[in-house]
T-cell receptor, first 113, second 113 residues
Framework: GNSVTQMEGPVTLSEEAFLTINCTYT??????LFWYVQYPGEGLQLLLK?????DKGSNKGFEATYRKETTSFHLEKGSVQVSDSAVYFC????????????FGKGTKLTVNP | NAGVTQTPKFQVLKTGQSMTLQCAQD?????MYWYRQDPGMGLRLIYY???????DKGEVPNGYNVSRLNKREFSLRLESAAPSQTSVYFC????????????FGNGTRLTVT
């Protein structure tokens, strides 16, 4: 079945450091890929998405490229801020609607000043 | 702009007690979902409703029932709470479609003793 594997956390960085959170997937067909972010005490919110191979999703300085050849969708940011501290979830949306969304286990990021 | 509203925010139950978690959205979305979030497990879908009047089981439906009261409201009921149901519960909504983002509420933290 469809699954998502993302790097174990927690990840701790200093402000202005480079961030990479790895995400790989297993799926049949051509799924859409998403990154969601959860700030403390809140629900998840969509950070970015990509719907086909080689698409790059971007938002708030974060980027992720849909790589079909490596079945990956790694999240990157060139210079993190304290306000980026949150839990990040990679998710895969297979054909059939949003009810088929499969989430990774989440990676907690802490950015220190 | 309320979005998805969940009540209550916190709840403590004793084993065997029942309760209903409430969820309402004001975005005119057709689809609504209930997830649970457990440490190291990511988000798992309990039930979803593709439209008013329909509900379907997700990955972990046992021990729960749902009601799609109208287009706005989707409630989750625990008839006889168990310690294994201690979790954070999130309601979400979306327009139909594979690429549609989910809009989440801020969650209900439930503890069953």
């Amino acid at each position: 079945g469809n699954s998502v594997t993302q790097m174990e956390g927690p990840v701790t960085l200093s402000e202005e450091a480079f961030l990479t959170i790895n995400c790989t997937y297993t799926a049949t067909g051509y799924p859409s890929l998403f990154w969601y972010v959860q700030y403390p005490g809140e629900g998840l919110q969509l950070l970015l998405k990509a719907t086909k191979a080689d698409d790059k999703g971007s938002n708030k300085g974060f980027e992720a490229t849909y790589r079909k050849e490596t079945t990956s969708f790694h999240l990157e940011k060139g210079s993190v801020q304290v306000s980026d501290s949150a839990v990040y979830f990679c998710a895969l949306g297979a054909q059939g609607g949003s009810e088929k969304l499969v989430f990774g286990k989440g990676t907690k990021l802490t950015v220190n000043p | 702009n309320a979005g998805v509203t969940q009540t209550p925010k916190f709840q403590v139950l004793k084993t065997g007690q029942s309760m209903t978690l409430q969820c309402a959205q004001d975005m005119n979305h057709n689809s609504m979902y209930w997830y649970r979030q457990d440490p190291g497990m990511g988000l798992r879908l309990i039930y979803y409703s593709a439209s008013e009047g329909t509900t379907d089981k997700g990955e972990v439906p046992n021990g729960y029932n749902v009601s799609r009261l109208n287009k706005r409201e989707f409630s989750l009921r625990l008839e006889s709470a168990a310690p294994s149901q201690t979790s954070v519960y999130f309601c979400a909504s979306s327009v139909p479609g594979q690429n549609s983002p989910l809009h989440f509420g801020n969650g209900t933290r439930l503890t069953v003793t």
